[in-house]
């Protein structure tokens, strides 16, 4: 008997342990939010860029960290990834934080069907995509999602998020001279589009691996 009620006591604090470790995890995810709009809007937010940044161990970083919250979902996770992406000038940090946050998103939102995370290289570009088979966006809230502190009825209703994941993103797509939109239909699904331009150092060594591999 007093094993059982060791046992339970054991189960009671390890429950009230990670749901503290959780809530600490989304108010330092809150006030990093806070501190990059803060950032944005007095024109204060500095990339570091680093110059040919092989973009393949943040692409499987990001599927790694994302992977658990997959667990108990009725959702699978696909990857869709160029075995052989170009490099590009980037800040990888940022990167990193804009496909979490899109990835994120998409679980949330997404009660059954997939997630795919797709990275493709381009001639001008390397585009990457978050595709899930949520509820979709109306046209009326497309612009406003990317507004800050704005969220959809979908997101109002799940009551978690702040509304400036997706504002801090397309900043910061920006910021490396490139661009995040979404397409999306009620009912459709939705998909994150995230381009990131070649600077000129990028398009020389593309072209050369592209020529070493021919």
């Known amino acids: ?7 339970l006591s054991v189960t009671g ?6 749901k503290a470790n959780s809530s ?3 108010l330092l995810s ?7 709009v803060a950032k944005i809007q007095a024109g204060m937010m500095q990339l570091f860029v680093e110059n040919g940044a092989d973009l393949a161990p943040e692409i499987k970083t990001v599927a790694d960290t994302i992977r658990p919250a997959f667990n108990g979902k009725d959702v699978q996770f696909f990857e869709d990834v160029d075995a052989s992406l170009p490099k590009l000038s980037v800040d990888r ?3 990193r934080q804009i496909l979490l946050n899109l990835l994120s998103n998409a679980v949330k939102f997404t009660q059954k069907g997939s997630v795919t995370l ?32 704005k969220q959809t009825d979908t997101g109002l209703r799940q009551g978690s998020g702040t509304g400036l994941g997706l504002y801090i993103s397309r900043q ?9 939109w979404v397409e999306s239909e009620v009912g459709q699904g939705t998909a994150f589009y995230l381009s990131l331009p070649f600077k ?3 398009t020389e060594n593309h072209t050369s691996e592209k020529a070493s591999a021919a």
């Open 1 to 7: 008997m007093a094993h059982c009620q060791e046992s």
């Open 13 to 18: 604090k390890t429950r009230r342990l990670k």
């Open 24 to 26: 600490g995890k989304h």
């Open 30 to 36: 809150l006030i990093n939010d806070v501190l990059d």
């Open 93 to 95: 940090r940022r990167v």
């Open 118 to 149: 797709s990275v493709k290289g381009r001639e001008q570009d390397v585009l990457m995509a978050v595709i899930d088979t949520g509820p979709g966006i109306g046209s009326a809230d497309q612009n406003l999602i990317f507004e800050p502190f």
């Open 172 to 180: 910061l797509a920006e910021a490396h001279g490139g661009k995040l």
């Open 200 to 202: 000129k150092g990028d």
